[in-house]
């Protein structure tokens, strides 16, 4: 995504608030209640963005993220929708653990969709990922609930899309 | 006279026809699956062994052009760049197939489908294709210019998609796994998920659907004092299209992101 992201952010490209239009619904017949619903074009962005001395863009692979000086250097690590995109959940788990400043706190909120065919080294349930999260060095705080959400969904199709993810918070504890 | 067990055979036809009627079929199997438009003895050698090894998406690899120079990694610039490039004239094939199969109404059938305005949904569908052909076409642009050094090996054309058009895809792999996602031809998922992320992160349409995500998030970190969030550093990973993070930031902590180059359910990464 980090194309389409930098096409929002280029100032040849991207100057004004809703300066484009997709029609992201436009090739799927089904669910459709109009065919005015199916082609409708969207207006983008609602904001345009750019990159300031508070916010970083950093391209690449997340487990060879290594700041210097020290690598404990973040606050906060929000995963959104992420972890289960981790072909190994483990180094993903440590990674965050190893990135954030002692007391420092995972935030994540997300389903458990692994990746299809067997690419993943492990696809774990909730409950394993808690376990996990807890032998990594993570302190999971009170306040763990269920949050049901779509992705991506079309708001006047005929058909939805839900997922009850995860939320919660974790503080890294000093191991 | 047949010869005697002792003395050695020559070759003869019926070992010529064993040797090549694998390939033959071969051959014939490749052009009625459409997978080569121009099949000589290298590329038949390419389909039975490979151009390359197999895909492991090992997440400590990370993909470069220079890893594999004929056919590039799954996750990578000019994968992705192919996507948006070749959309048009995938979706125009697909709206083929659409047209296609309207066809084969009967006459009688085509008149009501007429008065339903079918044929007209259809026409809608591919100038709606064509406007987001024309988009991508500009996303493509984008990239090309922002990286411009990694293009400096591939034609600069708007052809540079249809160039991974034509790998072949080794008929092991084929036959193993049937079309996946290993695919080598440039697909469309990738610019279909981009143009709807475009939609979840950046547009008012997606407003609803970012606020119940975001607000359990963005809550936490509110509870944190003014003064604090100027010294706060955050790290978003793979963020998508960056809204989270630009939320963070604006909330005046220090929000960085960082981009995993892999991401088949986000788009053309």
Redesign the interface.
């Known amino acids: ?8 952010l ?1 100032p ?2 991207t100057q004004t608030p809703n300066q ?5 619904y ?2 799927w ?1 089904s669910h459709s209640r109009a ?1 005015e619903n ?2 409708r ?7 345009v ?1 750019r990159l ?1 001395p ?12 290594h700041p210097t000086p020290s690598s404990a ?10 972890i289960d ?4 959940i483990i ?1 993903t788990l440590e990674h ?1 653990h190893k ?1 954030l400043k002692p007391g420092g ?1 995972w ?1 994540n ?1 997300g389903p458990l969709l692994w ?1 299809s ?1 067997a ?1 993943t080294r492990m696809e774990l349930s909730l409950e394993e990922v808690l376990r996990l999260a807890e032998m990594v060095g993570f302190m999971v705080q009170d306040g763990r609930r269920t ?7 079309d ?1 006047k199709a005929m058909m939805k899309w839900l997922y009850q ?1 995860e ?1 919660w ?1 974790a503080t890294k504890r000093s191991v | 006279m047949s010869p005697s067990p002792d003395q050695p055979q020559g070759i003869t036809l019926k070992h010529l026809l064993a040797a090549f009627l694998p390939l033959l079929v071969l051959y014939i199997t490749v052009h009625i699956l459409d997978l080569s438009s121009a099949l000589t003895l290298f590329s038949l050698r390419n389909i039975i062994l490979g151009n390359r090894p197999p895909i492991t ?4 690899q ?1 993909p470069s052009l220079k890893e594999s120079p004929d056919i590039p990694p799954y996750f990578s ?1 000019h994968r ?2 192919a996507s ?1 490039t070749s959309y048009h004239a995938l ?1 125009l094939k ?1 709206l083929d197939a ?1 047209q296609r199969s309207y066809a084969r109404l009967t006459y009688a059938h085509k008149k009501v489908g007429y008065e339903l ?1 079918y044929p007209r ?1 259809l026409e ?2 591919k100038k ?2 064509e ?2 052909a024309k ?1 991508l076409e ?6 090309r ?2 990286f411009n050094h990694e293009f400096e090996l591939t034609p600069e054309s708007g052809s540079g998609g249809e160039d991974y058009g034509k790998q072949v895809m080794p008929l092991w792999k084929l036959l193993r796994w049937g079309w ?2 290993e695919d080598l031809r440039p697909d ?1 998922g990738r610019a ?9 992160d ?4 997606g ?3 970012r606020k ?2 975001f607000d ?2 963005l809550e ?2 509110r509870r944190v004092g003014e003064e604090q969030r100027k010294e ?15 939320e ?2 604006e909330l ?12 088949l ?5």
């Open positions: 995504m980090t194309l389409a992201f930098r096409f929002l280029s040849e490209s484009h239009t997709v029609h992201p436009a090739h017949l065919s199916t082609l074009g969207i207006l983008f962005p609602d904001v963005p300031t508070n916010l970083h863009l950093i391209e690449g692979d997340f487990l060879k993220h250097q973040y606050d906060y690590i929000i995963t959104l929708f992420f995109t981790s072909l190994n180094s965050i990135l706190t935030i909120l990746t065919g690419q949050v049901e959400c779509e992705y991506t969904a708001r993810a939320f918070v | 998406l090992d997440q400590n990370s610039l992705a760049v948006y979706a697909e659409l305005g949904k809608g569908t709606a294709e406007a987001n988009l500009s996303v493509a642009g984008c990239a210019r922002e996946r996602e469309m279909r998920e981009a143009m709807k992320h475009f939609v979840r950046w547009s008012e349409e407003r609803e659907e119940r995500i359990p998030i936490v970190l706060m550093k955050v790290l978003v990973p793979g963020c998508g299209l960056g809204r989270l993070a630009w963070v930031s005046g902590g220090c929000g960085l992101r960082l981009h995993k180059p892999r991401e359910r986000s788009l053309i990464e």
